[in-house]
């Protein structure tokens, strides 16, 4: 499976200017050590040195062009000295013939000033402008510990990364063992980072570029900046739309709306710490719309459930008014959005960026009567036959606002170890998402049969609610090296819908836009040979998508299956939907194109009838 172009940088529209790796809110510094060690032989009758040339070399060829990128070393000037530290090339627009040059210029000489180095790299990287929120890496890279004793790179570490939104610090270990490693793997720990163990050369390029290249595609961020109040009484007023704020360990962050009796409030709440950072598998991001003083509509948490490394974490709920209008939360009236962070200790210290999206769905028109919910997978079950043929090469985006849209059809793509992938697959009326993900046979570092990691799949609807496998799916497995593959979907999309009492089921009441992310473990790194391991989609759109929300809505003429229209290959054969608004009015895609604008979105024209099941009529996932 050959690889594509990876860390191609986003085009300017797919997120907010601020937020794009070409004005340095994204970036990287090397810090390289070149201490006397560095000077002896690897055991390949080259220096160390001459094998961290080859590896920089490498990385450099891999980064997007123009990627903010410094380059610091420590050891290179003096036989002696705690302060032998120096930037050689400062964190600008990359160069990489400049970068490569400076690298072949040093020469092994000092001592290894570590944690002063860390703390001059981390004052190398330039602040983001105009709030904006992006990915520092330091990336240090060294075959001893500290030698100088002041600073303590640990408590370094620990300091930046409690202090810094978006740093991380990731350590690459070249032949290292005993209380060097131990720095090294405390230092990224402290740092929000990952420690990549190198015993060869080989190993070393490979892990440098897995590091580079996740800097190099972290998240991009979109929305409007918002300070979120620890108490009800502060909060900011928000309107439908999509924000940013940030959130620290045993955070609860408020935010106040005001509801009417009628429409459906939709909230979501995106926590993205560094990739692979420390977190505890019940570590958890929950999400609530709360009124009066202790009173709550409705309540969701979501929990890594893994201990490899952290990964974006998305928690939403909804305020859906009861058929009869005589619940508490059936009241017009004012109401809070509330996100808290709940953290055990050891985990990830760092406060994470956190992008929210409120959103309203007004009633439907007087007298449409909408169809009956589907709260069945049917056709789109674990049984569904999906695409087959020959894959065509895809780059999945860095989050939700620069998801890749896919059809139906088989997709190739490369993902690293602690990355997440994301997609987006268009679906109306009637019609259901599903997909395999399938993670390729790998070959493997020597000595890792008994080395496991997992590869990982979500999918959201329109308003980013996470959809539950609903006892049909299992949302991740077990990663080796050997072929792992999951399969993922959705029941239709069906107004009634949201009635329902299951989560895999209620969310699934709008269609639009569908977002996919693919993961995979943090521990692959420790695992694949190659620095990125291979992943296969196949996605299909089933059904009809229908006119309306309404019974019996009509087909829509030329649209029997989401696919068709804007990714053509060479032969010509569609391969992405041209229209992803085809949804009667009633889709989350005028959220995302307005929330760049400042717009105030209200979505989709809808109406609240009795439910088939009156018994269900409230929030799912711990509604009051």
């Given amino acids: 499976m050959p690889a594509t172009a990876a860390g191609t940088a986003a085009d300017g529209t797919a997120a907010a200017p601020a937020t794009t790796s070409r004005d340095g809110s994204s970036s990287l510094v090397m810090v390289l050590d070149s201490s006397g060690s560095m000077a002896d032989d690897d055991g390949t009758g080259r220096t160390r040195m001459e094998s961290a040339r080859t590896a920089v070399g490498t990385v450099m060829d891999g980064l997007p062009d123009g990627y903010p990128t410094g380059l610091r070393v420590y050891g290179a000037d003096r036989p002696r000295g705690c302060t032998d530290t120096r930037l050689v090339r400062p964190v600008q627009a990359l160069d990489r013939a400049a970068v490569k040059q400076a690298v072949a210029d040093l020469r092994p000489r000092g001592d290894t000033p570590v944690g002063l180095s860390l703390q001059k790299a981390a004052n190398d990287l330039p602040e983001p402008a105009d709030g904006a929120i992006g990915t520092r890496t330091i990336l240090l890279i060294s075959d001893g510990e500290d030698n100088c004793g002041t600073p303590q790179p640990c408590e370094v570490a620990e300091r930046l990364g409690k202090d810094g939104i978006g740093l991380r610090i990731d350590t690459v270990g070249f032949q290292v063992k005993g209380r060097a ?22 190993s070393l390029a490979r892990q440098l570029q897995r ?26 007023a928000l309107v439908p739309g999509q924000y940013l704020d940030t959130i620290g360990p045993g955070e609860r962050r408020y935010y106040a709306v005001g509801l009417d009796a009628a429409s459906t409030a939709d909230f979501s709440a995106t926590a993205v710490p560094q990739p692979g950072a420390a977190v505890d598998t019940f570590d958890a991001l929950r999400t609530s719309i709360a009124y009066g003083t202790d009173s709550s509509c409705a309540t969701d948490t979501a929990r890594f459930y893994q201990k490899e490394g952290a990964t974006p974490l998305t928690s939403a709920v909804a305020r859906i008014p009861s058929a009869e209008g005589t619940r508490s939360c059936d009241r017009a009236g004012h109401y809070w959005l509330v996100v808290e962070r709940a953290s055990k200790k050891g985990s990830d210290a760092a406060r994470w960026p956190l992008e929210l999206v409120y959103g309203v769905e007004a009633p439907l028109k007087r007298g449409v009567t909408p169809a009956a919910s589907e709260p069945e997978y049917g056709a789109g079950g674990k ?12 780059r999945g985006g860095t989050g939700f606002n620069d998801a890749e849209e896919l059809g139906r059809g088989v997709w190739r793509d490369r993902i690293l170890p602690a990355q997440t992938l994301w997609y987006k697959v268009p679906a109306g009326w009637g019609q259901q998402v599903c997909y395999d993900v399938e993670f390729a046979n790998e070959p493997t570092v020597a000595g890792v049969a008994s080395t496991y990691s997992y590869g990982a799949t979500q999918l959201f609807t329109p308003a980013r609610f996470p959809v539950g496998g609903g006892g049909e799916f299992t949302s991740s497995a077990l990663y080796s090296g050997r072929p792992a593959a999951i399969r993922m979907g959705s029941v239709p999309v069906a107004w009634t819908n949201r009635y329902e009492y299951r989560g895999a089921v209620q969310p699934v009441h709008v269609g639009g836009e569908f977002s996919i992310s693919v993961t995979l473990g943090a521990q692959a790194a420790e695992i694949a040979e190659n620095a990125q391991i291979g992943v296969v989609l196949r996605v299909s759109v089933l059904g009809d998508e229908r006119a309306g929300p309404e019974h019996h809505a009509a087909v829509l003429a030329g649209k029997p299956d989401r696919g068709e229209g804007k990714r053509t290959d060479k032969k010509g054969t569609s391969a992405v939907a041209g229209d992803s608004g085809g949804t009667g009015g009633a889709g989350w895609t005028g959220v995302a194109a307005a929330v760049g604008a400042g717009a105030v979105v209200v979505i989709a024209a809808l109406v609240f009838v009795r439910s088939r099941r009156r018994s269900a009529t409230q929030t799912t996932r711990g509604s009051a």
């Avoid at 049984?383 to 087959?388: D, E, F, H, K, Y």
Wanted: charged letters at 25%.
């Fill in 383 to 394: 049984s569904a036959v999906l695409p087959s043929g020959n894959p065509r090469d895809v």
């Fill in 181 to 202: 490693r131990e720095q090294l793997e405390c230092i990224a720990e402290a740092g929000n980072g990952r420690y990549y163990d190198a015993p060869d050369a080989t």
């Fill in 211 to 236: 590091a580079a290249q996740l800097s190099a595609d972290g998240y991009r961020f979109r929305g409007k900046r918002v300070e979120g109040a620890a108490t009800g009484g502060r909060a900011p």
